[in-house]
Nanobody, 123 residues
Framework: QVQLVESGGGLVQAGGSLRLSCTAS????????MGWFRQVSGKERESVAA????????AYADSVKGRFTISRDNAKNTVYLQMDSLKPDETAVYYC????????????????WGQGTQVTVSS
């Protein structure tokens, strides 16, 4: 019983930035590892970033290292994804997900999912 709601998606120019937010409700937030995933049109959903329940451990897809930053504020029940230097091929629906236990990047390990937010990067 965890509800996740993403926000912050939209249209940006190539090289621009967006910060996605995901707010959780319904159950205590701090005991869940969190992840961000994205699905590019015509491709499978892929892991973008993950963060442990305490925020001390993070992981990123190689393609976004150095440009994206995942963080969380447990007092606000919110996880963020700061995306810098966005590329047109990163146009996708971005999903927030919550997972009991250790953080991870495998989609099937996640227990709760948000509805997704569209990010469009124009050339």
């Amino acid at each position: 019983q965890v509800q996740l709601v993403e926000s912050g998606g939209g249209l940006v120019q190539a090289g621009g930035s967006l910060r996605l937010s995901c707010t959780a409700s319904g159950r205590t937030f701090s005991s869940y590892a969190m992840g961000w995933f994205r699905q590019v049109s015509g491709k499978e959903r892929e892991s973008v970033a993950a963060i442990s329940w305490g925020g001390g451990t993070t992981a990123y897809a190689d393609s976004v290292k150095g440009r994206f930053t995942i963080s969380r504020d447990n007092a606000k029940n919110t996880v963020y994804l700061q995306m810098d230097s966005l590329k047109p091929d990163e146009t996708a629906v971005y999903y927030c997900a919550a997972k009991r236990g250790l953080f991870g990047t495998i989609q099937s390990d996640y227990d709760y999912w948000g509805q997704g937010t569209q990010v469009t990067v124009s050339s």
